[in-house]
């Protein structure tokens, strides 16, 4: 039973285009995050969700927008890729805004995104 | 703005052989300070919180102290799948506002 899942895993295409990366969690948790690592292993955080609405947004350019259909879903859509978005994008949960007290963020397992 | 340093970047022991990790911190309002393993491929995995100076965690052969400016995490005779990257964190903020900000990590290698 995977708790939070991303697809696809690993995502290679052409600068320029669109693409999304999906994420599910199935922890019942209400907050959702993306990360971003890149090749120095620095991961950084770019949005986070809490409960469908939208309460961090780290100075992450606006051709990535995050969307939440409802608190079980995270997903990030990209748009006119560049080669600098090349990077590992993960997904994590955690029971509410407040994660200290929950003690945990549960990440999925990464995308590995390419851009040509 | 917060900041995370770890170091070293790599460390390299023999079977047995214990070490410490650091994790040091300059932040405005720390909340708690995590510790995570990430092997390759995959997404960290968290392994303690710390709330406050004075506090400690055990784990098997994993142990993490907290200062007011740093965090260690004691690995006392590791074995070859302690073998990771160790990640620290903080969590900083208030309210409705937190927000959770990592070092870039010491990579672990254990050889027997």
């Known amino acids: 039973d995977t708790a939070v899942s991303q697809t696809p895993k690993y995502l290679v295409t052409q600068m320029g285009n669109d693409k999304s990366i999906k994420c599910e969690q199935n922890l019942g948790h209400d907050t959702m995050y993306w990360y971003k690592q890149d090749s120095k292993k620095f991961l950084k955080i770019m949005f986070s969700?809490?409960?469908?609405?939208?309460?961090i947004n780290e100075t992450v350019p606006n051709r990535f927008s995050p969307k939440s259909p409802d608190k079980a879903h995270l997903n990030l859509h990209i748009n006119s890729l560049e080669l600098g978005d090349s990077a590992v994008y993960f997904c994590?949960?955690?029971?509410?805004?407040?994660?200290?007290?929950?003690?945990?963020?549960?990440f999925g397992p990464g995308t590995r995104l390419t851009v040509l | 703005e917060d900041q995370v340093t770890q170091s070293p970047e790599a460390l390299r022991l023999q079977e047995g052989e214990s070490s410490s990790l650091n994790c040091s911190y300059t932040v405005s309002g720390l909340r708690g300070l995590f510790w995570y393993r990430q092997d390759p491929g995959k997404g960290p995995e968290f392994l303690f919180t710390l709330y406050s100076a004075g506090e400690e965690k055990e784990k098997e052969r994993l142990k993490a102290t907290l200062t007011k400016k740093e965090s260690f995490l004691h690995i006392t005779a590791p074995k070859p799948e302690d073998s990771a990257t160790y990640l620290c964190?903080?969590?900083?903020?208030?309210?409705?506002?937190?927000?959770?900000?990592f070092g870039t990590g010491t990579k672990l290698q254990v050889i027997p």
């Open positions: 994590a949960s955690s029971q509410d805004r407040q994660t200290v007290l929950n003690a945990d963020l549960v």
């Open positions: 964190a903080v969590q900083t903020g208030s309210g409705g506002y937190q927000k959770v900000t």
């Open positions: 969700y809490n409960n469908k609405e939208l309460i």
